[in-house]
């Protein structure tokens, strides 16, 4: 029993001894994000690391090793001057490029300086502290990757979607247009001679905007609030352009396989990997007791189910009141009226716990990667009504690979809603489409957190690991492309076409003119 006791102490000490000290910066308050994140810092933790989190999301009962840093609290939509939260099913219409100038860009800007002026941030910078690695969400917060300049740490990103073009270029990983589609970008048919050219549009758009443009502002929140760092401070595209290691919340079993350089690494469902969270006990016994299973209808946190216009309200209700099914509902008010005997209301639902009850028979969603993967880690078939962001693109993927369908927004009456609802719940194909996908979800190496520790203490072990970053990254944009090898080629091919036509064509007149000489001696 002692030396059981003793053997324990000294791994206990050995992992101590390995243990580092981590910034983790997830400032950004939405939801979604944080379910993903979360986990990660938490995991660190657990692993022995004195984790410290910049995060709009506290922690109710952190262990001794996770320290919590504020941000100031303040709602998205009263930084960017919209007057208050919009109706969000009202964002159906907006095309991307609105998406991004009039909220990712301008929210990024206002949340960022929203960031660096929080009282509680001001205090921790203002302090002496030493970090072996920082690890920052990539998502519109460029100027808080200068952390890892301050701390003179190396840097992790980690992102709450996939892969996008701004991951590529910093990386210089290929972009693969034809393939990998701007993540809030909708396009009906993506691989399309048009679908394509939209894509490269929007990609140069975005290219242009955000690093001549938008990064200029995170740039001026440096000055602003970043004053007293060792001069010259390097440029937020280039300290970017230096992180160790990029995780993409992405999997090639559901996203499009793409090719990625050693330093970017999937870890799609990492916030699923352990989680052992049990249902309430009314929902247990609600989804126990369901004779017929159950459907699930959720449009996330962000929106609101109770913003739903009436016509559209009404249809939804209607259609819950022909389904066998028992239906439950993410539902925001006190009262619902006219409120069909086979459905459940409540404010909040935990949804993975849902998810996974062997009794679920169909997800009605949003379309959020969140949810997404969630339905897919558990096998679940999807009808998505896509309002926004990249829930379009992620209802297609479900779609196109055979375990769900989308419903327009705009689609939305009785009979539609009814019989989208209806085809996947009875036609067993998309149930076995849906449980396929969820096994090859699951079937890796390791599982996706574990996937994340390994690579963001492999960084921690291996110093930065400089040696993994792409050394086309040395290279200028027309030599990593190889334009100047190309261009002098085709120079090259050119002037030799050029030369062998002018050739031909003076031996060809000196011919002509002998032989019309010959023909003028004939003549005469
Ligand atoms: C852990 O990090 C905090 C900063 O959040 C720091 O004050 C503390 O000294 C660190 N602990 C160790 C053991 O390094
Ligand atoms: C920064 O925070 C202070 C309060 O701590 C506030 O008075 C000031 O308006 C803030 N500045 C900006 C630009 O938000
Ligand atoms: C079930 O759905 C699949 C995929 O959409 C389709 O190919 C098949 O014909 C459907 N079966 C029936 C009986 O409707
Ligand atoms: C790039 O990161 C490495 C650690 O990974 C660090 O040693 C180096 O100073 C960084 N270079 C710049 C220009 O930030």
């Not at 969000?88 to 609105?98: G, R």
């Not at 972009?175 to 589609?181: D, G, N």
């Not at 216009?309 to 008010?333: G, H």
């Not at 574990?450 to 030599?479: C, H, Q």
Request: glycine share 4%; net charge positive.
């Amino acid at each position: 029993m002692d030396a059981l006791k003793y053997v324990l102490l000294l791994l206990a000490l050995a992992k101590y001894s390995e243990s580092a000290n981590i910034l983790y910066v997830v400032p950004f308050t939405a939801k979604s994000h944080f379910i993903m994140l979360r986990p990660i810092g938490l995991e660190l933790a657990r692993r022995g690391h004195n984790v410290t989190v910049i995060t709009g999301n506290k922690e109710p009962n952190p262990p001794p090793n996770y320290h919590q840093i504020m941000v100031d609290k303040k709602e998205i939509w009263e930084l960017i001057g919209a007057g208050g939260r919009p109706n969000v099913f009202s964002m159906v219409n907006v095309p991307a490029e609105k998406f991004h100038e009039g909220i990712l860009w301008k929210g990024g800007i206002a949340f960022t300086e929203l960031v660096l002026n929080s009282t509680e941030i001001k205090a921790f910078l203002a302090k002496d502290n030493k970090f072996d690695l920082v690890i920052s969400e990539q998502f519109f917060q460029e100027a808080l990757n200068l952390f890892a300049y301050k701390y003179n740490a190396p840097l992790v990103l980690v992102t709450t979607y996939g892969n996008c073009m701004r991951h590529n270029i910093i990386t210089r990983n290929p972009l693969q247009l034809a393939t990998v589609l701007q993540e809030f970008l909708d396009v009906r048919d993506p691989t399309s001679f048009w679908g394509r050219m939209r894509n490269l549009y929007f990609s140069m758009y975005e290219y242009i905007y955000w690093r001549y443009f938008y990064m200029e502002e995170q740039e001026q929140l440096v000055k602003k609030y970043l004053k007293d760092l060792p001069q010259p401070v390097p440029n937020l595209y280039d300290v970017e352009r230096n992180a160790s290691l990029i995780l993409v919340n992405s999997h090639f079993s559901f996203d499009p396989p793409t090719a990625y350089l050693s330093n970017v690494v999937e870890i799609g469902g990492s916030h699923l990997s352990k989680s052992d969270a049990k249902l309430p006990e009314n929902l247990q016994k609600v989804l126990d007791n369901a004779k017929h299973g159950v459907v699930y209808m959720n449009f996330g946190s962000n929106v609101r189910s109770s913003e739903l216009p009436e016509d559209k309200k009404k249809a939804i209700l209607n259609v819950f009141r022909r389904l066998k099914q028992t239906v439950l509902w993410k539902w925001e008010e006190d009262i619902l009226e006219n409120k069909p005997e086979n459905l459940v209301v409540q404010k909040w639902m935990p949804q993975k716990e849902i998810l996974s009850h062997p009794n679920i028979r169909l997800f009605v969603s949003h379309g959020g990667l969140i949810g997404t993967q969630e339905a897919t880690f558990h096998g679940v078939p999807i009808v998505g009504v896509p309002i926004y962001a990249d829930q379009y693109n992620n209802l297609l993927q479900v779609q196109n690979i055979g375990y769900g369908k989308i419903l327009e927004y705009h689609e939305i009456d009785e009979e539609t809603l009814y019989n989208r609802v209806n085809e996947v719940l009875t036609n067993d194909s998309y149930r076995k489409k849906a449980k396929e996908v969820s096994r090859r979800f699951r079937d890796r190496p390791l599982n996706a957190l574990d996937t994340a520790m390994f690579w963001i203490e492999y960084v921690i072990r291996n110093n930065g690991a400089d040696y993994i970053k792409n050394p086309a990254l040395e290279l200028s944009w027309v030599a990593s492309n190889m334009l100047d090898v190309y261009a002098f080629i085709l120079i090259l091919v050119l002037g030799v076409v050029f030369t062998t036509v002018k050739i031909l064509s003076i031996v060809l007149s000196l011919f002509k003119s002998k032989d019309s000489k010959k023909q003028k001696k004939k003549r005469s």
